[in-house]
């Protein structure tokens, strides 16, 4: 069983940045893909960003230049870059780790 730990949300003003992290623990398979998927209010979940365990990503188009994903597979962890940020990217966001999700961090961006 896997837990994921998410953190690094929060409230920032349009064009600012936040980090999100997300730290796994538990029977982790170091080859599983991780990413993020995000879900606003009244919207479906939809795909952030993901990354393979040799590196590889890929970008949802909304988020492509202006996020960037990465992991660091000796402390299990994936982050989340993000620059520029839009009201649009207002939601929830959340980690998965193969096929465990974690429980979710609220971004807001507003004035």
């Known amino acids: 069983q896997v837990q994921l730990v998410e953190s690094g949300g929060g409230l920032v003003q349009p064009g600012g940045s936040l980090r999100l992290s997300c730290a796994a623990s538990g029977s982790i398979f170091s080859d599983s893909n991780v990413g993020w998927y995000r879900q606003a209010p009244g919207k479906q979940r939809e795909f952030v960003a993901a990354?393979?365990?040799?590196?590889?990503?890929n970008y949802a188009g909304s988020t492509k230049g202006r996020f960037t994903i990465s992991r660091d597979n000796a402390k299990n962890t994936v982050y989340l870059q993000m620059n520029s940020l839009k009201p649009e990217d207002t939601a929830v966001y959340y980690c998965f780790w193969g096929i465990t999700w974690g429980q979710g961090t609220q971004v807001t961006v507003s004035l």
């Open positions: 990354i393979t365990s040799g590196g590889r990503t």
